[in-house]
């Protein structure tokens, strides 16, 4: 559905613009490598997120968090990132997605 493929854009690019602005704010990292957040951790945990919400599936919500599990783990096993900053984008992701189906209602 075309509606839902331009809502799942607009997440992603709220989540960058958000990760985007903490690691300017904050005078971490670049904005688009290391930094206080983990830009792929949000995106991950936050594509997770959407996904466990439309799916209603309990596998696929379990098998999209394994896989942003994976992605967070990949920066810090390539010292790009540490677990906290990792954590940091997991829950901004997270609350991105939460806030935008709420806002929404979807």
Do not use: C, W
């Not at 599990?69 to 997270?94: M, N, P």
């Amino acid at each position: 559905n075309q509606m839902k493929l331009f809502f799942f854009m607009r997440q992603i690019i709220l989540i960058l613009i958000l990760v985007i602005g903490i690691k300017t704010y904050a005078k971490s990292g670049t904005a688009f490598q290391g930094g206080i957040v983990s830009g792929h951790a949000a995106l991950g945990f936050g594509m997770a997120t959407s996904i466990s919400l439309l799916s209603e599936d309990p596998l696929i919500a379990t098998l999209s968090f394994l896989m942003a599990a994976l992605v967070g783990q990949s920066r810090i096993e390539g010292k790009i990132h540490s677990l906290h900053e990792v954590v940091l984008g997991a829950i901004t992701g997270i609350t991105v997605i939460i806030f935008m189906f709420k806002l929404f209602k979807i």
